[in-house]
């Protein structure tokens, strides 16, 4: 809609005409690639003193309930958790999950790191904040248009 003007005596005739021959068409922006998710599931997780973690979105995602027995393992620097019905842990009513002392040294699991619920597998993974800055590094490079051997 066209405003007619305040100063009397001013018209509006080919006033759009000039605007319109001088503006260039803007390009369309390019569509994103489909960015189908992996099915993992990401929680910072703060692992107390004595090696428990609460994650309970991680758990009800993964459909593990208070009394599922579970087998804790490491797997190069990282802690896997799986259900075992021969298990040696169990949430229990809290719904925690305990991180041996031995494990926790061993892949070098210290208060604050993250967790991974692959709810496909049915797996936990707890990999310390060193782990996680090398995959995040070896990314990084390929978002710049490098490759991975770039660092």
């Known amino acids: 809609?066209?405003?007619?003007?305040?100063?009397?005596?001013?018209?509006?005739?080919?006033?759009?005409?000039?605007?319109?021959?001088?503006?260039?068409?803007?390009?369309?922006?390019a569509l994103l690639p489909d960015r189908t998710r992996s099915g993992l599931e990401y929680a910072?997780?703060?692992?107390?003193?004595?090696?428990?973690?609460?994650?309970?979105?991680?758990?009800?995602?993964?459909?593990?309930?208070?009394?599922?027995?579970?087998?804790?393992?490491?797997?190069?620097?990282?802690?896997?958790?799986r259900p075992d019905a021969g298990g040696v842990f169990a949430l229990g009513k809290r719904r925690m999950v305990v991180l041996p002392i031995a494990l926790r040294r061993r892949c070098r699991i210290a208060a604050g790191e993250d967790v991974v619920a692959d709810?496909?597998?049915?797996?936990?993974?707890?990999?310390?904040?060193?782990?996680l800055d090398q995959m995040v590094a070896s990314y990084h490079p390929l978002l710049a248009g490098g490759d991975r051997d770039d660092r």
């Open 1 to 29: 809609m066209i405003v007619a003007p305040v100063i009397l005596g001013a018209t509006t005739d080919g006033l759009l005409d000039r605007l319109a021959s001088s503006v260039e068409a803007l390009p369309l922006p």
């Open 119 to 131: 709810p496909a597998r049915g797996v936990l993974v707890v990999h310390p904040v060193d782990a």
């Open 44 to 81: 910072i997780a703060r692992v107390s003193p004595s090696g428990r973690v609460c994650v309970w979105p991680l758990l009800d995602r993964l459909g593990w309930r208070d009394d599922v027995r579970l087998a804790v393992t490491a797997v190069e620097t990282s802690v896997l958790i």
